[in-house]
């Protein structure tokens, strides 16, 4: 069973796996622990969360079954929903798709002034710089609670992932900015 295409279901069953969700949960979730590798608009999770419900792989919860219902939706994950998310984990991850807005600039920056891009890599290195320290928060949250969670140890290795990416974005961001430093000088 090829699962190409919409990632969206498998983000969700994949958090629903963990435990009970509303799909403003569900985008928060995606907006902090994923922003260095996903993201997710509300228009896909919300469209996703009801025909998922429809294809009976997550239902929603009864008012019962939540102790803090604040009337909005939470969802669970079936057992189909389980069968299909360990199916779609089990097939070879697709081809990556990478676009870097930066990158295409800095192809074509010999249009305009170094003062320019200079200004678009700062601007990229202090993003990241940013998410880096936020990285580090997760990290040591993650390492105290190491056992609290099955899943933590995975976490903490797509962590290092974004460590380790951000890392090379700021050496990336050093080099190009003195190159960029002395092509200002020189015109």
Same mark, same amino acid.
């Given at each position: 069973?090829? /699962?190409?295409?919409?990632? $969206?279901?498998?983000?969700?069953?994949?958090?629903? !796996?963990?435990?009970?969700?509303?799909?403003?949960? %569900? +985008? &928060? %979730?995606?907006? $902090?622990?994923?922003?260095?590798? #996903? !993201?997710?608009?509300?228009?896909? %999770?919300?469209? =996703?969360?009801?025909?998922? /419900?429809?294809?009976? @792989?997550?239902?929603?919860? !009864?008012? /019962?079954?939540?102790? /803090?219902?604040?009337?909005?939706?939470?969802?669970?994950? $079936?057992?189909?929903? %389980?069968? *299909? @998310?360990? *199916? #779609?984990?089990?097939?070879?991850?697709?081809?990556?798709?990478?676009?870097?807005?930066?990158?295409?600039?800095?192809?074509?920056?010999?249009?305009?002034?170094?003062?320019?891009?200079?200004?678009?890599? +700062?601007?990229?290195?202090?993003?990241? *710089?940013?998410?880096?320290?936020?990285?580090?928060?997760?990290?040591?949250?993650?390492?105290?609670?190491?056992?609290?969670?099955?899943?933590?140890?995975?976490?903490?290795?797509?962590?290092?992932?974004? =460590?380790?990416? #951000?890392?090379?974005?700021?050496?990336?961001?050093?080099?190009?900015?003195?190159?960029?430093?002395? +092509?200002?000088?020189? &015109?």
């Amino acid at each position: 069973m090829k /699962n190409s295409g919409n990632k $969206t279901k498998f983000l969700i069953l994949g958090l629903l !796996s963990e435990r009970p969700l509303s799909g403003y949960e %569900i +985008k &928060k %979730i995606v907006d $902090t622990r994923f922003s260095f590798f #996903w !993201s997710e608009s509300f228009g896909q %999770i919300y469209p =996703q969360l009801k025909k998922l /419900n429809e294809e009976g @792989l997550i239902e929603e919860q !009864s008012l /019962n079954e939540l102790e /803090n219902s604040k009337g909005s939706k939470k969802y669970k994950i $079936t057992d189909s929903g %389980i069968f *299909q @998310l360990k *199916q #779609w984990l089990e097939e070879p991850v697709e081809k990556e798709v990478v676009r870097y807005e930066i990158l295409l600039k800095m192809y074509f920056s010999n249009e305009i002034a170094p003062e320019v891009m200079l200004g678009h890599i +700062k601007e990229f290195q202090l993003a990241h *710089q940013q998410q880096m320290k936020l990285f580090e928060k997760y990290q040591d949250q993650l390492e105290k609670y190491k056992d609290v969670h099955e899943n933590h140890e995975d976490i903490l290795m797509v962590l290092s992932f974004g =460590q380790k990416v #951000w890392k090379a974005y700021d050496d990336w961001c050093e080099e190009v900015s003195a190159i960029l430093e002395k +092509k200002r000088g020189v &015109k």
